[in-house]
Nanobody
């Protein structure tokens, strides 16, 4: 089975930056699109970003366009989410996940990490 482990979350001031990492196991990592989702207290999980296996095709939620960048290093079996110009509204638990297709819908993803908390102070 695929195993995904997120890291890099923490507390940051508004306007600051964080880089999240998602380490994946398994020889087929490079063949799958990978996505980032987030969930704030009392809210449903929402799409953040997705990247194709080659890294050449990406998509973002409108709320993070221009601020967040998704990337991957297949040699390290790792997906990243660079988060710049952070806002308090970005506070949430962030999850990485694997999909068989490039999708912004959570139902398309079959493997999920445990999540990493991001808190942005005013």
């Amino acid at each position: 089975q695929v195993q995904l482990v997120e890291s890099g979350g923490g507390l940051v001031q508004a306007g600051g930056s964080l880089r999240l990492s998602c380490a994946a196991s398994g020889p087929t990592f490079r063949n799958w699109p990978m996505g980032w989702f987030r969930q704030a207290p009392g809210k449903e999980r929402e799409f953040v970003a997705v990247i194709s296996w080659s890294g050449g095709n990406t998509d973002y939620a409108d709320s993070v366009k221009g601020r967040f960048t998704i990337s991957r290093d297949n040699a390290k079996n790792t997906v990243y989410l660079q988060m710049n110009s952070l806002k308090p509204e970005d506070t949430a638990n962030y999850y990485c996940a694997r999909s068989s297709i490039l999708s912004k819908w959570s139902g398309s993803y079959d493997y999920w990490g445990q999540g990493t908390q991001v808190t942005v102070s005013s």
